[in-house]
């Protein structure tokens, strides 16, 4: 199983971004991929998630700013995050497990088995 994010940057506060991350290699036909993020001496943090039966969480300082989607033909997950925040600063992991997402995003980090490799996200005031 291979997941490759894309799409951070440098931006100002009140911009906006959209992270991809691709899945390869996960055959089950029910999937949980979901992005967490880590700041600067801090440890990880469920942002938001998304299952292959459409369903959705989010955590509560981005509910209303961010939205995640996926394009099954293409095998990607998206995370648009609008009205960004400098608190939203930091590296952005996407991961994924071959079963629904069953638990609320704060769980993401031990829930899912697999992650890619990360992309920087800066948000200056």
């Known amino acids: 199983v291979q997941l490759a994010e894309s799409g951070g940057g440098s931006v100002q506060a009140g911009g906006s971004l959209r992270l991809s991350c691709v899945v390869s290699?996960?055959?089950?036909?029910?999937?949980?991929v979901g992005w967490v993020r880590q700041a600067a001496g801090k440890g990880r943090e469920g942002v938001a998630s998304?299952?292959?039966?459409?369903?959705?969480n989010y955590e509560d300082s981005v509910k209303g700013r961010f939205t995640i989607s996926q394009d099954d033909a293409k095998n990607t997950v998206y995370l648009q995050m609008n009205s960004l925040e400098p608190e939203d600063t930091g590296m952005y992991y996407c991961?994924?497990?071959?079963?629904?997402?069953?638990?609320?995003?704060?769980?993401?980090?031990?829930?899912?088995?697999?992650w890619g490799q990360g992309t920087q996200v800066t948000v200056s005031s």
């Open positions: 998304i299952d292959s039966d459409g369903s959705t």
């Open positions: 991961g994924a497990d071959g079963e629904l997402c069953f638990r609320p995003v704060v769980h993401m980090t031990a829930d899912l088995a697999y």
């Open positions: 290699g996960l055959t089950s036909s029910s999937i949980c």
